[in-house]
Every structure is written in C-alpha cells, then in structure tokens.
C-alpha cells in the first residue's frame, strides 16, 4: 500500500459500504479523489497552539515550487541532485507520525525536531534524522534546520498551552536566548497578547528570518482533510440539525476571536465553549453539565483560518470523550478539519450510535436519510 494512496480509499469505502448507504459511499468518493488530485496542490502547514493546541499546518505558499509532491521537487548539489529536505517539528498525538509516514512516502529526506514530553518516539523510525528538542528552545531548532540545509518546514501535533499558566511559565523551560528575544513583547513588555495565532506567527516569522518557510502540513497529507459529507449511518435528527446550525455560528465566533474551535450546545442552548483547556475536556465539561446527554458538539476553522497551524483536528480521544460525555452528534467543517484514522474512527462512532457529519456551511446538510442508513427504531 506505501505509496499507494488508493489502495487505502478503496479499503475506506468497502468499510463504509459494509456499514452506510450511499450518503457515507459518496463521501469516501470525495475523499478519494482529492487524495488523487493530492499532487497538484501548491501550499502546505505546524500544529502547535490550541492547546498549544497549535496545530501547526500550513506552509507557507511562496515556499514550495512545484507543488508539496517531493518527488517532483529534487535539490541539486552540483554533482547530483537529492530528494527535498523537509523539517518536522512534532507535538503531541498521532498526527506527526501521520504526516512523517506521507513525507517518507513521497521521497522527502525528514529531519523531525521533536518535542520533549510532547512528541511520539516512533518517528525516529520513521524520519531520516530524529533530534528532541525543548519547547522553549527556538534558537537551537533554527539551527539544527539550518545545519541540515532545510528551507521548507512544516508543524504538526499539539503542545498545550496550559504549560505556559503554569508557576514559573516559560521560565521553567530554560529558554534560549532567542527564544527570550523572539517573546519578549509577549511576556515582558506585553505589547502582544497570548493568543494562539499570535504566538504562532510569532513562531513561524522568526523561522521566516533564517529563510526557513513553514507550511500546511496537509499539503503532504491532504486525505486526512475530511470531505463533505455524512460520515457514518445515523444522521442527526431534525432538532439536532437546528443545533448544528445554531452551533455553527457560536463556533464560528469563538474562532474569529481566536478563542477557542469548539462549542456544545442542546436545544439551541450554549452548554460548554473551549478556551486553553481544548476541545476534549470541553466535551467533558458539557456531558457533567447536561447529565441527560443527548447533546451536539459543533468544531470548525476559523473565518481567518491560516492553515499552517491550528488546523482543526479529530482523532479517537475527541470520540471517546463524546461517547464518555453523553453526546450525540458532531459536525465539523469539511476541507478545513483534520480526521485521523477515519475508517477506525467511523467504525467506533456507529457502534456507539453517533452521527457525525462534515459540512462546507451549517446550511449545507449531506445527503438526505434513505432506509438503509436509519437506525432500525
């Protein structure tokens, strides 16, 4: 299946139609083809912040020639040329590993930065050079890349941002001398606040100025983007569905003030919203404030999302905790959310009965319920 993406959509849709009828089948179909149309893409992306949730994706356009395809983009070296140097910096969860997996497959020499007490230790197995690195430690992070000839990094994963509120803040992380350069408008002067895209663009310009380009990391792994569409048999029932679209809305809100991606809300009522705590213990926090559960859970991008980072994001603990809360529902935002491991994660969502739709906007809603995808009563 390495370096055969097909191959994979094609077991995602015998998975679906095994379970869903045809609005689940035409959602693999979207997914599909943009996973062959993944080549043509021309930008790329960090996970750092929501949570430091800061998922950093989203490299930056101008950066990347030819497309995000490394096999079409060889160095030359005067003798020879060699596959792209791309640099990783890794955060927590699965979703580095994920992207490591698509750059190996597509030709790239990986040099991953990962960061300590965040980052997954398989992807020294994965990447050609594997270093750790401190959270605060920016100024050595440059120079490895640099070292390494890397111009062209992207971010994935999350740090949380709970370590900065912690005693001692970023002191307790020793930080480097540019590091300390690079916040002091952030922590001394307080001429910049704290929000996430704040301190990520901090982040990313400061790279920028060793000529270090980050981009979207889904422009190497664009089939983790959802597509529109109902992911699994249920489907939301008529009132849910006024839920999601009331949801929409406050979630949207939430991003334009870079506050937070998520919102929890039932019969048209506000439950829960996420700030620095994430999108997890939101969930959590709604299923103890509404024990009758029943609930919708609503996360979408940004209106001014920048997808180098803090990409929306959904893996097996946001269903877990759904399930764990009491919840019933969850729309995300198609093209603009991160899904990982979906045929396991649409798996696990039908055996615990719960509807999860992607959508382009709150009125768009995918395809219309047919008896074959309607729980039996």
């Known amino acids: 299946m390495e370096g055969n993406p097909n191959v994979e959509i094609r077991n995602k849709s015998q998975i679906r139609n095994e379970e869903c009828s045809k609005p689940v089948a035409r959602h693999v179909t979207n997914l599909a083809s943009r996973s062959r ?14 949570y430091f949730d800061i998922r950093i994706s989203d490299f930056a356009r101008d950066s990347v020639v030819g497309g995000s395809d490394c096999t079409a983009m060889p160095i030359e070296t005067g003798r020879r040329s060699e596959p792209p140097r791309v640099g990783l910096i890794a955060g927590w969860g699965r979703y580095p590993l994920l992207v490591a997996e698509a750059l190996k497959r597509q030709g790239c020499q990986t040099f991953c930065l990962g960061v300590v007490g965040h980052a997954d230790p398989k992807l020294a197995e994965v990447c050609d050079d594997f270093r ?17 000839r890397v111009t062209r990094a992207t971010m994935a994963g999350k740090i949380f941002k709970t370590l900065l509120f912690q005693r001692g ?21 307080r001429r910049k606040d704290l929000r996430d895209d704040t301190l990520l663009r901090t982040i990313v310009d400061e790279f920028a100025s060793d000529g270090i380009r980050f981009g979207p990391a889904t ?22 569905w006024k839920d999601v679209e009331f949801g929409w809305r406050i979630a949207k809100e939430l991003g334009r003030l870079d506050i937070g991606q998520s919102v929890a809300v039932k019969d048209q009522a506000v439950l829960a919203v996420e700030a620095i705590e994430g999108t997890d213990a939101c969930i959590r926090r709604a299923g103890g404030l509404c024990k009758a559960g029943g609930f919708t859970v609503v996360k979408t991008a940004k209106p001014q999302q920048d997808m180098r980072f803090d990409v929306p994001t959904v893996g097996p603990g946001t269903l877990e905790a759904l399930v764990e809360a ?20 649409v798996e696990f969502a039908n055996r615990h009965k719960l509807a999860i739709v992607a959508l382009k906007t709150a009125e768009a809603r995918p395809g219309a319920k047919t008896p074959a995808n309607v729980e039996a009563a």
């Open 37 to 50: 149309g993944f080549s043509d893409l021309g930008h790329s992306d960090f996970g750092f912040v929501s």
């Open 132 to 148: 750790w690195g401190g959270l605060a430690k920016f100024g050595r992070a440059i120079r490895y890349f640099r070292r390494n």
């Open 169 to 189: 803040g970023w002191i307790r992380h020793l930080p480097d001398l540019r590091t300390v350069r690079m916040f002091i408008p952030h922590f001394l002067t």
């Open 219 to 240: 422009d190497y792994a664009p089939e983790l983007l959802v597509s529109e569409g109902q992911l699994t048999c249920r489907a939301p029932t008529p009132a849910q």
């Open 326 to 345: 009491g919840a019933s529902v969850l729309a995300v935002e198609a093209d603009k959310t991160v899904v990982l491991d979906e045929p396991q994660l």
